[in-house]
Antibody, heavy 125, light 107 residues
């Protein structure tokens, strides 16, 4: 079964650190572009970071320099290392697969086609 | 950054009604606009990709269209299970951005 299962969310103090994990089943994490998307309580969706199959990474300005996305092929797991956490980082963090091919057709840019259930990060003193 | 402006923020409609949600991009994004449905306590689910392609498994009453930088999600005949919040999202340029969401309620 193709699925994404996140873990690692917790209550952490401002300035603290946390590492989120996303175990991938049904495909190899290195063979797909993978992202993190977050949702603050009662709010909308915000893209956080992407790691492409070629290894290149991109970040939203709000987390650049503080968060690091990575992956482990042997563990088939995606990670998000979060440092210098702020109260505004409080959110449900989703691990999401990004794809740009469907039904035999491929496009220049893609979409988020598989979402995990999310893991909650709360930053508070 | 490309801003995505969704309207209306919420709507209430009856079963069987035709419902339209609009998303306007602050600059050209070609056809790289996707739509997601999110029900309470659940992750978002992809409905429509690249403006008008229906995701596998999504009901055929959902459709998407565009005119320049204005994009539309249409539910041809609203069903009780369509009660949810809908988000548009552009993938044309990083940072990938979402609209603020439209909450659809059933009268």
């Amino acid at each position: 079964e193709v699925q994404l299962v996140e873990s690692g969310g917790d209550l952490v103090q401002p300035g603290g650190s946390l590492r989120l994990s996303c175990v991938v089943s049904g495909f190899t994490v290195n063979n797909k572009d993978m992202t993190w998307v977050r949702q603050a309580p009662g709010k909308g969706l915000e893209w956080v970071s992407v790691i492409y199959t070629r290894g290149e990474t991109k970040y939203a300005d709000s987390v650049k320099g503080r968060f690091t996305i990575s992956r482990d092929k042997a563990m088939n797991t995606l990670y998000l290392e979060m440092n210098s956490l702020k109260s505004e980082d409080t959110a449900l963090y989703y691990c999401v697969k990004y794809d740009d091919c469907s039904g035999g057709s491929c496009y220049s840019y893609g979409w988020f086609d598989l979402w995990g259930q999310g893991t909650l990060v709360t930053v508070s003193s | 950054d490309i801003q995505m402006t969704q309207s209306p923020p919420s709507l209430s409609a009856s079963v069987g009604d035709r419902v339209t949600i609009t998303c306007r991009a602050s600059q050209t994004i070609s056809t790289y606009l996707n739509w997601y449905q999110q029900k309470p306590g659940k992750p978002p689910k992809l409905l429509i990709y690249v403006t008008s392609s229906l995701q596998s498994g999504a009901p055929s009453r959902f459709s998407g269209s565009a005119s320049a930088t204005d994009f539309t999600l249409t539910i041809s005949s609203l069903q009780p299970e369509d009660s949810a919040t809908y988000y548009c999202q552009q993938s044309y340029d990083i940072p990938w951005t979402f609209g603020q969401g439209t909450k659809v309620e059933i009268k």
